[in-house]
């Protein structure tokens, strides 16, 4: 299924993508939300499924209709560094020995057509398209990869934008380069995970101002998806709802001669992962 959340920021609606990849289906009626508690619960789910294929599901009228993050009440949302080999050579980064961690919080999240704000001050603000994997059970100390991926709800398209120079050259850990506002647009759907029989081979693309700048595969990862959530679980306890970005292929700014390309106020960008939707965001000053 492809679940997603439309209306005005902070009363989005549940709704249903239909096989046509066109209708949205009002899914309010059903369920209260897209949440994780929604996606810890099996038979909720297949409430959805029976309600879709009796075809019960009124249309909503999509002209007009902001779609939201696909997720609602998210927990946490835990980010990993350098993990694509084309990327870390890019950027000339040693492949790292076990997987980098860092955080986004929750309130980054906005809607993936939603304005991305060009912090004050910053310089070497970024693009990353990244493939953002939902939990919908509780992981703790999983012992396997295939653990790992069953924890797995669903996948969404996630853009991970960053300031560099917050990031690396303001001292300290990178969040202060990855947690200004408006910087992780998401979705437009979660598709749940069994319409993604193999997360490793999902393209991965990114333009800007309509130039393509990232065209990328998860094949690429150096730590896959059934790896990174059983690893992340050894050191802090995932819940459903929670989210991971789980690193971005070559292409950002940062890794391109000088001067290197930079957003700035008035760019747009897109961005796509193979079957998960696109994205479009214009940038706007902070």
Not at 63 to 86: A, F, S, T
Not at 264 to 279: P, S, Y
Request: charged content about 25%; proline content about 7%.
């Amino acid at each position: 299924m492809k679940l997603l959340r439309v209306g005005d920021a902070g009363s989005e609606r549940p709704a249903l993508l239909d096989d046509d990849g066109v209708t949205v289906r009002d899914l309010s009626g059903v369920v209260g939300d897209v949440d994780g508690a929604l996606l810890a619960d099996p038979a909720a789910l297949e409430r959805i499924r029976e309600a879709a294929a009796a075809g019960t599901l009124p249309a909503l009228d999509a002209g007009g209709l902001r779609v939201g993050p696909p997720l609602g009440r998210i927990g946490k949302i835990v980010c990993i560094g350098l993990n694509y080999h084309d990327h870390a050579a890019e950027i000339g980064a040693p492949l790292p020995e076990e997987p980098i961690l860092f955080f986004k919080a929750p309130d980054t999240v906005v809607g993936p057509h939603d304005t991305v704000l060009v912090p004050r001050g910053s310089e070497k603000t970024d693009w990353e398209v990244e493939l953002a994997v939902v939990i919908g059970r509780t992981a703790r100390y999983l012992g396997s990869a295939e653990e790992g991926l069953a924890c797995v709800a669903g996948y969404a398209t996630s853009h991970d934008v960053s300031e560099r120079a917050f990031q690396i050259e303001r001292g300290g850990t990178w969040d202060k380069g990855k947690n200004c506002e408006t910087f992780n647009p998401l979705g437009p759907w979660l598709v749940t995970a069994d319409e993604v029989p193999d997360p490793q081979a999902l393209g991965l693309r990114l333009w800007v101002n309509g130039e393509l700048k990232q065209d990328g595969t998860t094949a690429q990862q150096i730590f896959g998806v059934g790896e990174v959530v059983r690893y992340v679980s050894q050191f802090m306890t995932l819940y459903p709802g929670d989210v991971i970005n789980t690193g971005t292929p070559a292409g950002v700014a940062m890794g391109q001669p000088e001067p290197k390309p930079y957003l700035r106020v008035g760019d747009v960008v897109e961005l796509e992962v193979e079957g998960l939707g696109r994205q479009r965001q214009v940038l706007k000053g902070a």
